[in-house]
């Protein structure tokens, strides 16, 4: 059986954080859900340093862009030219609805722009859509254990 793809949800609000564990809960997919809390911490994560250093890459990264310190959208730029996780899906769930973040997001390269869910029904069905953005069970594998250049560090 191919391992559980894994989910990194970069998000600083812990009640945003408890609410998607929640609405995972609640759609059923099968996936791991790790957390960063800002982008420093997504860099240690993707560079899997630290407590990380044995956890595989993720497959997708759900990303606030109203991150503290270092933007989301500054995280995002450095993860779209990085060889590390140049192929993980990016999926921004944000609660900026200015069209001039959707077109930064879109041209660097993100899967999709999704406004944070006004309801929990709305949350468990954004929730519930993240599958697509898997990859395959059989590039998944390959996948777990890259080691390219990492991340520059951002502190």
């Known amino acids: ?3 559980l ?3 990194l949800l970069v998000e600083d609000r812990k009640d945003d954080r408890d609410l998607f564990q929640l609405a995972k809960l609640r759609s059923g997919i099968q996936a ?3 957390y960063a809390v800002d982008a420093p911490d997504a860099i240690i994560r993707l560079n899997r340093m630290g ?3 044995d956890r595989p890459m993720p497959d997708l990264i759900v990303l606030d862009l109203g991150l503290p310190g270092l933007k989301g959208s500054t995280l995002l730029d450095v993860v779209r030219h ?3 996780s140049k192929r993980i899906a ?3 769930w944000t609660g900026s609805e200015r069209e001039s973040d959707r077109a930064q997001c879109e041209a660097i390269g ?3 722009f999704v406004i944070k ?3 929990f029904a709305s949350l468990v069905s954004f929730v519930s859509s993240l599958p697509r953005y898997f990859p395959t069970p059989a590039a998944l594998e390959p996948r777990r254990h890259e080691h390219k250049t990492p991340l520059p560090e951002t502190r």
């Open 1 to 3: 059986m191919p391992p």
């Open 5 to 7: 793809p894994e989910i």
């Open 32 to 34: 791991t859900l790790t």
């Open 51 to 53: 407590a990380y250093q």
């Open 82 to 84: 990085s060889l590390v």
């Open 90 to 92: 990016v999926v921004v």
């Open 110 to 112: 993100v899967q999709d």
């Open 117 to 119: 869910p006004k309801t």
